[in-house]
Structure formats: C-alpha cells, structure tokens
C-alpha cells in the first residue's frame, strides 16, 4: 500500500512539469509563445524543485511522509486550479514555482516512508516501482493532453489533475502511515553524508540534463521534424513511455539481484544506453517514427530504470539520513532540469534544427555515466577477503 500511494502521489506532483511540453502546441497557439518559453515553464518547475529538495528533506524529516507527501498534493491540487481559472503566462510560471518547490517533500516522503517499509533484498523494485508513478503519468498525458489541447483546450488538461490530486490527498492521509521520525533518528539525520558523496548531486544533474528532453520535446520534435499529426505524436510518445515503464522494472528486478554494491555500475550503464537511445531518435527526422519510437522507448527504458536505482543507492549509502540524502542528490537532479528544456528549446530556436540539441543532450549523458562511476570508485569500499586484504 505504501509504495502505491507513493506511485501515484509522485506522479501527480510531477504533472506540472511534463504537462507544458505536452500541450505546447495549443499553448504557443493560444498564449502566443516561443518554445523557450515553454521551456521555461518546465525549467521553473524542476528548478525550484532543486532549490527546495534540501529543505523538503529537512521539512519531511520533522513531519513525516504522510504530511509531506500530502502537502505536496494539496500544492498541486491548487495549483491547476489556478492555472484554469487565470490563463496567463505570469500565472502559469508562478504555478510551476510552487509545484516544484512543493514536489520536493513529496521526492523525499516517498523514499522515507519506503525506506522504512521494504527490505533491503526488494529496495530496488520497490523504489523503481514508487518512481514509475512518473512515466506512468507521463504515458497517459502524452496520450491524453494532446488530443485534449485541441478538443477542449489546454486548461481542461490542468483541470483534470487538480480533481486527481484533490482525491489523492484523501487517500493519502487515509491510507500512508505518519512515518515521523523520533527525536533519536533527527539526531541520526543531522549526521555528516559519507565522503564524496557530492558526487551523487552532480551525476544526477548530467543526467537529467541530458534526459528530460525525451519527455518535454518528443511530442514537438514529432510534429516539427518528423512530420507527424499531434494525436499521433501523442499516441507514439505514450507507447514509448509504457515500453520505458516495462524496462525500468526489469531494470530494478535485475539490481535486488545483483545486491547494493552494484547499484551505482548499473545506474552508469543506463546512462550510456540512454545516450544511445537518443542518438536513435535524432535518426528518425530521417528514418520516420518508428525509429522515434524505438529510440525513444529505449532511452526512457534505460533513464527511468537509472533513476529508479539511484533512489536505491542513495538509501543504500545514507541509511540512517535518507531525507537529507535524497534531498542533496535530488537538488542536483532538479537544478540539471532547470536548465535543460529551456536550453534545448533555445538550441532549437537558434540553429533550426532538433539534431544538435539531442547531440549535445546524448554527450551530457555521456559525462553522468564517468561521474556515476566516479561516485561508485568513492562511495563503495572494494571488497575484503576472509585475510582483510
């Protein structure tokens, strides 16, 4: 019950973020603006996430996951609702500040309270499971917002998620337990992270620079560049997404067998493959959609299934912090998504053609993969013989 709770409040309290690249087109049409400023939208959100994930560790630490997890919600809930009732673009900004900063207690609440509910032998899956929530929503919005946008209008899409969370907060009060440490485990969480651990921060933020992308402009790039009708691209990112949800699991399965120590090899080899994966989807302005849809499909396989595992490194290497962990490594994360949707809307704006921005997205996936081995090489002591050598 814990980890589907924490599924599906992470993935409404992620909505925000994915929903801008997923309606762009009616948005640009109706509010009139570029794709960096729809870019900035999705920057806004996971920014201010990063801003706030140290604090909504801390926050989580003292009120406990159901509390963190269901303000987040209420955040949410409130939110979209604004976003419908005042359609502007100041609105809409203001909006994708709050929810990120909010999204922070629900990141660090689900990780405590799994933490706290699932042994070591299934902490992979379970985590993996948890972070699904997020392509799972993302694979119905692809799916659903597009062909709203155009039908009823893009608010309507942010209507809909305000009712979801609104239900979700009921049954998260009703349904998570109040996880909330005592005064022995604050003390716990205030002690210093393990050397090097810094490294975490900053291979997650490579990561997620290289990576969003695959979420925030696949529905433009299929329309723009490979010339395809908006339900249409819609339909091929969600089927992409879906694909990306079985692999991440299979991922995780794999991980709980190979044990902790190798948590951190695998996160760097779903890097690399991810940085294939989108190297195929640039192909496929050439080769049509199908090659979109496999490049696609397997750079969300290998992305999600890192994420998924880095949440269970993180728990691994700071079991007696996790808030605070989780906290520092997702400031990272969420400060390389600031930058990147803008960033690669802006490189599209510039040279007027999607290739570049997914080269430069697929060698930032390249550094995250050195920078998780590093962090591997610091964190994770070698392995001692029954002599001590």
């Known amino acids: 019950m814990v980890v589907a709770i924490g599924m599906v409040s992470i993935g409404l309290g992620a909505a925000m973020g994915f929903l801008w690249g997923f309606v762009a087109t009616a948005l640009r049409t109706d509010l009139g603006l570029a794709r960096a400023q729809v870019g900035v939208l999705i920057g806004l959100f996971f920014g201010s996430a990063g801003i706030g994930s140290v604090g909504g560790g801390i926050l989580t630490d003292r009120f406990g996951a159901r509390l963190a997890v269901a303000l987040d919600l209420v955040v949410v809930a409130a939110s979209c609702a604004a976003v419908v009732l005042v359609p502007s673009y100041p609105t809409l900004m203001v909006a994708s500040v709050i929810c990120g900063a909010a999204y922070s207690l629900a990141n660090a609440g689900t990780n405590v309270a799994i933490a706290a509910a699932v042994p070591l032998r299934q902490r992979a899956i379970a985590l993996t499971t948890k972070t699904a929530g997020v392509p799972i929503m993302a694979a119905v919005a692809a799916l659903m917002a597009p062909w709203a946008s155009v039908r009823f209008g893009w608010p309507s899409v942010f209507g809909c998620v305000a009712v979801l969370a609104t239900a979700a907060t009921v049954a998260a009060m009703v349904a998570l337990p109040p996880d909330r440490p005592d005064a022995v ?26 990576s969003q992308p695959l979420f925030a402009w696949v529905v433009p790039y299929l329309e723009e560049a490979v010339g395809v009708r908006t339900a249409w691209a819609g339909g091929v990112s969600s089927l992409a997404t879906a694909i990306g949800v079985i692999g991440m699991l299979l991922v995780a399965r794999r991980s709980d067998r190979l044990g902790p120590r190798a948590r951190l090899t695998t996160v760097a080899t779903g890097c690399l493959v991810t940085a294939g994966g989108i190297v195929l989807t640039a192909l496929g302005a050439v080769a049509g959609a199908w090659l979109v849809l496999v490049g696609t499909g397997l750079g969300l396989a290998s992305q999600l299934g890192a994420i998924g595992v880095m949440h269970a490194a993180v728990v691994d290497l700071a079991p007696d912090a996790v808030g605070r962990a989780s906290g520092v490594t997702m400031t990272g994360y969420y400060l390389g998504a600031l930058g990147a949707p803008a960033g690669f809307g802006a490189v599209v704006d510039r040279t007027g053609t999607y290739t570049i921005a997914w080269g430069l997205s697929a060698l930032s996936l390249v550094a995250a993969g050195l920078a998780f081995r590093r962090a591997r090489q610091r964190l994770v002591p070698e392995p001692v013989d029954e002599r001590g050598r």
């Not at 210093?192 to 651990?197: A, H, N, T």
């Open 185 to 210: 485990t604050r003390r716990q969480d205030r002690r210093q992270l393990p050397s090097g651990f810094l490294w975490m921060p900053v291979a997650a933020f490579l990561l997620i620079t290289g």
